[in-house]
C-alpha cells in the first residue's frame, strides 16, 4: 500500500508540474539581452556566467569554456546544473534511507534493513517492476518540459540551440517562492546552487563508489550507525 501511495504521488506531481514551453523565434544566442541580470561577455570567462569563485575563478582545466561558444556555454551550464540537481537529491537519498535514519518512501525499513542504497532498486525490482515504467514516465515527462521551454526546435538545418531568452537552468519552477526579484540576489543564488551541485555530484560518486567497494552503508562504514544488513536477504544476488 505504501508503495502504490508513493507511485501515484511520484506520478502525480510529474502531471502537476509539466507545462508546455513557448516555442522560441531564433536559434540564435544573443550577445546583448540580459537574462537574470546576466549579460553575455565574451571577454570575461565562461561569458560571465554566475559560478566562478576564489581560489580558482577560471577553473576550467580542460579547456571547454575557452573552445565554447556562447550557445555551447549555455548548454554545458544547463548540463551542470542539471546534474548537479540530480546529485543533490542523491545525496539526500542515500543519507535518509540509509541506518540510523532509515527514512524510506517505499518501503518499512524499520522492520527490514534493505542495506545500502545502491542496492534499494533491487527491492524496487522485485515487489513492484512497474515502477521503473511510471519513473519513465515521469523522468521523460519533466525533460519535454525542460525542452520546451528551454531548447529551439529541432530541425534538419540548425544544430541544437537553447533560446535566446532562455537562462540555463530557468524552467520556471519555484513552489517555495524562493527565487529573488533581484537580479544581484538572482544570480548570487544561483552561484550557491552551482556550488552545492558541485559538492554533490563529488559526494554521491564517493559514496556510490564507496559502497561498491565493501557494500556496506556510508553511516555504517563510519562506525556511526549498526550493521542490520543481511545482503542474502536481498532478492537479486552479485
Known sequence: MKFAAASLA?????????????APSSAKT???AALNGWVPDAKKFAYGLPGSLDP?????PLNF??????NLMKQYREAELQHGRVAMLAVIGFLVTEEPI???????AGNKDIGPAIRHLDEVRAVAPIFFEILAVVIGALELNRALIGWTKPTGENKPAL????????????????????????????TKELQNGRLAMLGAAGIVAQELVNGKEIFVNLGLAEDRF???TLPIQF
Open 163 to 190: 533560446n535566446e531568452d532562455y537562462f540555463p537552468g530557468d524552467v520556471g519552477f519555484d513552489p517555495l517562492g524562493l527565487r529573488p526579484s533581484d537580479p544581484s540576489e538572482f544570480l548570487e543564488l544561483h
Open 65 to 70: 569554456a575557452e573552445t565554447a561558444d556562447l
Open 102 to 108: 532509515e527514512f524510506h518512501p517505499l518501503f518499512e
Open 30 to 32: 544573443s550577445m546583448d
Open 230 to 232: 543481511d545482503p542474502s
Open 10 to 22: 511520484l506520478f502525480a506531481s510529474c502531471v502537476s508540474a509539466f507545462q508546455l514551453g513557448q
Open 56 to 60: 580558482v575563478p577560471d577553473f576550467d
